[in-house]
């Protein structure tokens, strides 16, 4: 462009004025990169930079296998990983969601891919996110091999920003869970949680709004430890102890991840039509967190049970005549299962409770 009539020439909008920084995405993308290299398994050498990741399913030792994909979010708890500035452990949620969800059918998780959505690109916030991220994907063992980075601004606001992730998995055919064969008097396991995980946040946020305290305040709950940080507590990853107790016993029938609906909304999920679960909730130890929730927000028992995990992450159906060699490879795989309850003949409601949660 040139000046006429000795006016200066007129500079044209550009993608980074209308508030789209590409090279801030670009460096974004090499800072992160040893993060994935760190997450390299058999089948993914966890390269990023093409168009599409790849995954060799014969290098990972699969020889007629089904996939099994999965995709999450975390909810509004990115909201509080925000307004805290604490941005490295949400990533190991977004991770946990996904490959709980593919580990449940009896699928090992193999690969995942996130979605990172703002309205201003920070490259140390997204890499801080992706930092949690890999450490997700190497507590499953699986490989991060790709992600897409949006920089949106008038869709969301400042710093706000938002997560998805996309998991697959595989198992070889015909050791897909549930299996068939669930009958009344199996036995019902539960693997402890580490807290609230990543269902809830909308009504844990308006308890924290209702008893006016800050983030930074002490949780009153967890000497030693702020509220903002405690409520951050990363989800717990399953895999691994699950995949071991997979391979050491063909005692468990079905297995069960506790998230949004709690008990009630996704154990019959994992159900056969004709059977039911009797759960002991006196066998359950919800950690403090939980207490503080209901007695804050005068929440029943029955809500908290449908909403959250209440202690319990994950529920593992064993057979009647193999729950002791079920109970000893989660334990030789560092789990501390609790008996839980019994499958039952199912009545009008596909799960039934019995005592009362220790909130």
Same mark, same amino acid.
């Given at each position: 462009?040139?000046?006429?009539?000795?006016?200066?020439?007129?500079?044209?909008?550009t +993608?980074?004025?209308?508030?789209?920084?590409?090279? !801030?995405?670009?460096?974004?993308?090499?800072?992160?990169?040893?993060?994935?290299?760190?997450?390299?398994?058999?089948?993914?050498?966890?390269?990023?930079?093409?168009?599409g990741?790849?995954?060799?399913?014969?290098a990972?030792?699969?020889?007629?296998?089904?996939?099994?994909?999965?995709?999450?979010?975390?909810?509004?708890?990115?909201?509080?990983?925000?307004?805290?500035?604490?941005?490295?452990?949400?990533?190991?949620?977004?991770?946990?969601?996904?490959?709980?969800?593919?580990?449940?059918?009896? $699928?090992?998780?193999?690969?995942?891919?996130?979605?990172?959505?703002?309205?201003?690109?920070?490259?140390?916030?997204?890499?801080?996110?992706?930092?949690?991220?890999?450490?997700?994907?190497?507590?499953?063992?699986?490989?991060?091999?790709?992600?897409?980075?949006?920089?949106?601004?008038?869709? +969301?606001?400042?710093?706000?920003y938002?997560?998805?992730?996309?998991?697959?998995? $595989?198992?070889?055919?015909?050791?897909?869970?549930?299996?068939?064969?669930?009958?009344?008097?199996?036995?019902?396991?539960?693997?402890?949680?580490?807290?609230?995980?990543?269902?809830?946040?909308?009504?844990?946020?308006?308890?924290? !709004?209702?008893?006016?305290?800050?983030?930074?305040?002490?949780?009153?709950?967890?000497?030693?430890?702020?509220?903002?940080?405690? @409520? @951050?507590?990363?989800?717990r990853? +399953?895999?691994?102890?699950?995949?071991?107790?997979?391979?050491?016993?063909?005692?468990?029938?079905?297995?069960?991840?506790?998230?949004?609906?709690?008990?009630?909304?996704?154990?019959?999920?994992?159900?056969?039509?004709?059977?039911?679960?009797?759960?002991?909730?006196? !066998?359950?130890?919800?950690?403090?967190?939980?207490?503080?929730?209901?007695?804050?927000?005068?929440?029943?028992?029955?809500?908290?049970?449908?909403?959250?995990?209440?202690?319990i992450?994950?529920?593992?159906?064993a057979?009647?005549?193999?729950?002791?060699?079920?109970?000893?490879?989660?334990?030789?795989?560092?789990?501390?299962?609790?008996?839980?309850?019994?499958?039952? !003949?199912?009545?009008?409601?596909?799960?039934?409770?019995a005592?009362r949660?220790?909130?």
């Open positions: 462009m040139t000046a006429k009539d000795g006016n200066e020439p007129k500079t044209g909008l +993608y980074a004025a209308a508030g789209v920084d590409i090279d !801030a995405g670009n460096a974004m993308v090499e800072t992160i990169k040893p993060l994935v290299r760190s997450t390299r398994r058999p089948g993914a050498d966890a390269e990023i930079g093409g168009f990741g790849l995954f060799d399913l014969k990972a030792g699969f020889r007629d296998p089904i996939l099994v994909a999965a995709n999450d979010g975390v909810g509004t708890k990115v909201k509080i990983a925000i307004e805290t500035g604490r941005h490295d452990t949400i990533g190991i949620d977004l991770v946990a969601m996904c490959v709980n969800d593919i580990i449940v059918q009896g $699928a090992e998780p193999l690969f995942f891919l996130d979605y990172y959505a703002t309205g201003k690109l920070v490259p140390g916030v997204g890499a801080d996110i992706v930092r949690g991220i890999a450490e997700g994907c190497r507590q499953a063992g699986c490989a991060l091999i790709g992600g897409e980075t949006a920089e949106m601004p008038g869709l +969301y606001d400042g710093s706000d938002d997560l998805a992730g996309f998991s697959v998995g $595989a198992a070889e055919r015909g050791a897909l869970l549930p299996r068939p064969g669930i009958r009344p008097g199996d036995v019902v396991l539960g693997l402890p949680s580490s807290g609230v995980h990543s269902n809830g946040f909308s009504l844990v946020r308006r308890i924290v !709004a209702k008893t006016g305290l800050g983030w930074d305040a002490p949780a009153p709950f967890a000497p030693g430890r702020s509220l903002g940080d405690e @409520l @951050l507590e990363p989800t990853i +399953y895999v691994k102890p699950l995949l071991a107790a997979l391979g050491a016993t063909d005692g468990i029938r079905a297995l069960a991840h506790i998230t949004g609906g709690g008990f009630p909304d996704n154990l019959p999920r994992v159900l056969p039509d004709d059977v039911g679960i009797a759960v002991d909730l006196d !066998a359950v130890t919800p950690p403090p967190v939980f207490g503080w929730l209901a007695r804050e927000g005068g929440v029943a028992e029955a809500e908290m049970l449908r909403t959250f995990n209440c202690g992450g994950m529920v593992v159906i057979a009647a005549d193999a729950v002791d060699d079920v109970d000893e490879a989660l334990t030789r795989a560092g789990e501390t299962p609790v008996r839980l309850g019994r499958i039952t !003949a199912r009545g009008p409601e596909p799960v039934t409770f005592g949660l220790a909130l």
